[in-house]
Structure formats: structure tokens, C-alpha cells
């Protein structure tokens, strides 16, 4: 190589360095945006109880399908009209469940034919009862009336979406106190909010009491609602500050 061309070699490479050192900025003591911290916040509200969700129904077994569906039937109209008269209105009642199946004893060896020996037939319906002072009233006439089994008596409120929206702005504040904490540990201050976005639906209020069993003797006696909680959380994005 030549001298001319080595020296044009190094012109170049000195000129490429020196525009290199050109475009390097200070460093910038602000957060790179998106750098931040998330925090989950969690917020409560206690409710009281104003409706009451009870399964119950029929479960029966009987040697033929047209004697066991037929028996089941009366029976559950007898409950249904029983409920119905005590102040259960027709867009309160749901079935839930409705099912026929054979019934077949264990065989005692692989080779031996299966044998129906009957049906059994559920049917159970939900009833959501607005008036929790008559909710032992109405469960033991039903079963009275010819009701077999309760599979559950629940709780709720007919309408959470106020608690609802109180159980979200605690969880809020609950997710910027966090936050707020975690960056003055770390030296650092929050900046604005860059995002908010719900964790799963609300838990909605709903507690189960009690649940009673086909034969059972029916004696519900005082039920008693008790307390129940809607619980709301949020994972809140914020951008860090010197």
C-alpha cells in the first residue's frame, strides 16, 4: 500500500471517529420512557345481604322411567305451587338442574350384561327470594310440600353496583399509595399515570350456608345472612422521577 492510500485510510478512519463522539449525548438523568413501576391495589366493601338464592327440588328413584319421570313431576309441581303462593313469583324460579339416568348395580364380572333395575330423576329449581325473613318459611313448606332435597341456601345483593364502584376507587387509591411508597424507598418519585386496567370481574357477594342432602330431615330453623364482601382490584402503570 502506498503511503497516499494509507494516509487517506487514516483521514477516514479519525474523521469516522470524531463523528461518532459528535452524536453521543450526556447522559439523561429522566426515567427512559415505559420505565416505571406496576402495583397491584385491592379494594374492599362489606355489604349486608338482601336476597337469598336456594336450590332445592326432587330426587327420587322408582323401578320404571314412566313411574319415576311421573312421580317426579307431582311432586315438583306440588313444590313449585307451594312456593309460588308463599310469595315466590314466576321470573324468580329457574331450573338449574334436570336429569334422568338409569340405574344399574355393579356386575360382577366383565362379561355380565348390564341390568337397569330403575330411573333416577333430579329435577331442582332456583329460587331467588327477596324477603330473607321468609327464606326458612319457604324452604320447609317446599320440602313439605313434597321437596327431596336442598342442594345450597346462598346470598347475594340484587344490585352491587354501587358497592361495586366504591370497591374500585379504594383499589385505586390502594394501587397509588403502594406505588408511592415502593418509589420513595427507592429514592425516586411517582410521575404521571400511564395506565389502569381491572383485574378479573368483581367477586361478587354470594355465601353459602347451608346444603342438606336427599332424606334429610328438613328443620332450617332462623337463617341468618351475615356479612359479605365485594372485593375489586387494579394494576396501575406509573412513571418514576428523580
Not at 87 to 99: A, K, L
Not at 150 to 156: H, P, W
Not at 212 to 225: H, N, R
Amino acid at each position: 500500500m502506498t503511503r497516499k492510500r494509507i494516509a487517506a485510510s487514516l483521514t477516514l478512519v479519525i474523521g469516522l471517529l470524531a463523528a461518532g463522539c459528535m452524536t453521543v449525548d450526556a447522559p439523561d438523568p429522566r426515567p427512559r420512557p415505559g420505565a416505571g413501576i406496576s402495583v397491584t391495589g385491592t379494594g374492599k366493601v362489606a355489604v349486608v345481604p338482601d336476597t337469598a338464592l336456594v336450590h332445592l327440588g326432587v330426587e327420587l328413584r322408582a323401578p320404571s322411567l314412566v313411574d319415576a319421570t311421573a312421580q317426579a313431576s307431582r311432586q315438583m309441581s306440588a313444590v313449585l305451587e307451594r312456593v309460588k303462593a308463599l310469595g315466590v313469583g314466576e321470573r324468580d324460579i329457574t331450573t338449574v338442574t334436570y336429569s334422568v339416568e338409569p340405574v344399574t348395580p355393579p356386575r360382577r364380572t366383565e362379561e355380565e350384561a348390564v341390568r337397569i333395575t330403575g330411573y333416577r330423576v333430579v329435577n331442582v329449581v332456583q329460587l331467588r327470594i327477596r324477603e330473607l325473613a321468609a327464606v326458612g318459611r319457604i324452604v320447609e313448606a317446599a320440602m313439605a310440600a313434597g321437596g327431596t332435597t336442598i342442594r345450597s341456601v346462598r346470598f347475594t345483593v340484587a344490585d352491587p353496583t354501587k358497592p361495586e364502584a366504591e370497591a374500585r376507587a379504594l383499589a385505586v387509591r390502594d394501587a397509588q399509595a403502594r406505588a408511592g411508597q415502593l418509589a420513595e424507598a427507592a429514592g425516586l418519585r411517582l410521575a404521571e399515570l400511564i395506565s389502569l386496567t381491572e383485574g378479573p370481574p368483581p367477586l361478587r357477594p354470594v355465601g353459602e350456608r347451608y346444603g342438606m342432602a336427599v332424606g334429610t330431615v328438613m328443620a332450617p330453623g332462623p337463617v341468618e345472612p351475615g356479612q359479605l364482601d365485594i372485593v375489586v382490584s387494579v394494576t396501575a402503570h406509573y412513571r418514576l422521577a428523580r
